[in-house]
DNA sequence: TACGAGTTGCGTCGATTCATGCGTCGATTT
DNA sequence: AAATCGACGCATGAATCGACGCAACTCGTA
């Protein structure tokens, strides 16, 4: 593979900096050539120009340089906000619930499509308003699949199912709501059972006006199922409170949810980016969003396994005085 | 060169505290740095940032910033002073542990009055957005004393304290936010510790319109506490939702919470005592509810302790056969 | 009940320290 | 000969320093 080895001005130029820059970055932080003999030519792979790449795109949004390299050191293709947003629509991560089928008794059920036995058995519990039966299922699930693979295959259809029998029947109100505390009870238990690490550097936000937090709190507990520390602001988040929690407690990286576009107001994401203590990434998590009216520097995952990985690289970069 | 040497800034989004009360912890309390040259930055090394941690959790736990400070230096590992340490007295209901030295100040505060030192701590913790801290201090607390007694004398005060400011200075609305979870999750949890024994016959619900669903939660807390069975169906609740409950689950008894006047709607009640299903007891809970509009047949404790009474006396009925 | 004293967290201000990109210089590599 | 190397130093803006003061809270006392 050495048939690309770019020299040290040619590097250089590429990225926009000095030569000598290049030399500063490799002393000072070990972001070099991977193999170099003191005193001979630098020579940079295609492999080192991505770990340059990385560094550059990072400190081009404002990320402070000491830790920009550690992070490129380590996580050479870490995702990054990306200039130009994929093309990719905004169908949002909802799931296409088959509504027909499921047929599961004679009164008012939950279609929950062909999202497997503990789905219906969920379902039938909550129609019992069976919160202990509902703990139970729920419980299982995340014992075995993981926070994850419970979310996106058993809590989220259920719920899905309810609030479209809710949307047509405008029924099922109390059997919604017992839901909801059960999965954020269970969600809860589970990021008490992991203790974490460190000090929370994440901050998981629902958006102004935005009152779903399920979805947060599933990465919440998913994160925590990673070992990784955050920190859950809720529901309702007026622009001014996130501001201020930014402010007090300098996050890695913050998380806004938006579910329905109505909520999912960009000026949000650009104070965020503009404040005095700029997160180091900024996620634009949910439906609500639209890729194409992001602020530049957001990232944007499209479902909780991207949001969870994306965090897991965060959590990697460890703290230092942060200058720049 | 220290691997890690944190800087002022670093260490206090750490710790959720402003860079200024670094300082001043440093030359107030001597909590400072092992090393540090007059006029040159602050350098923190994980020894000093341990000693902070410590000085952290014993103001979390409501022991005076001064005092904690002296521990903290001495002490850097110091245990928390959990179970039973000597200079702490049974922290009975008079949770008067030292009378001096527990004053606090400074700031955005949250008042917590008298209330203890533990709701202090709660308090410094809520400010910081520490949710495990808060954990950390309800759950000693409700294992401590119980529920009832840290609804009333801890969780009440300072979610009052933290309300009261929020109406004056429309801020801390983060604040509120986290520690309302946090109090619901502890809640949830001594309902989950304490497994029911047979089926819930008591249905607790919120009224119409009416938000505020943590009472409600705290009741709940304290009848599994006590061994009681129930079903909370969260806040929000119209009536035909709750009616439709009632039908499917056949309670014997059901409280209605409204906190303010302006969704205590007697109708509500009347409709509960109309329907099919006719619950043997219908509870007017909170202090939206006027004690002259309410319809014959139904109860209206005043407060956590005297509801729990009732709702035990109800238990205790369903073993009699009753008479109808 | 009201009031003063003591505590305490934190905002502000001018001065200083630090991190960082890059220019320069003599020696060496290509 | 051109490019680069390692070392050194400089300019600049961000972060921090020390000092001061404010405001809010608690508690003892009148």
Known sequence: MADEALSAGTVARRLGVAVTTLRTWHQRYGLGPSEHVPGHHRRYTPADLARLETMRRLTANGVAPAEAARWAVQAPDAALPAPAPAPAPAPGPGPRIERRGARDGGGATIPVGRSG???????????????????????????????????DTLLRPVLAGIGERHAATAALIEVEHLVSRCVSEAFAAVVRAHAPHGPPRILLSCADEEQHSLPLEALGAALAETGIAHRLLGARVPVRALLEAVNRTGPAAVVLWSQTRSTADPTQLTALLAGPHRPLLVFAVGPGWRAD???AGVVRPVDLAEALSLA???RDSLDQPAAG
């Not at 379902?123 to 699930?141: F, G, H, Q, T, Y």
């Open 293 to 295: 009216s992001l602020p």
């Open 117 to 151: 036995p503990a789905a219906r058995g969920l379902a039938r519990a909550a129609m019992r308003l069976d919160s202990n039966a509902i703990n139970e299922v729920i419980d299982r699930a995340i014992r075995t699949d993981g926070v994850v693979t419970t979310w």
């Open 312 to 314: 897991a690289a965060v």
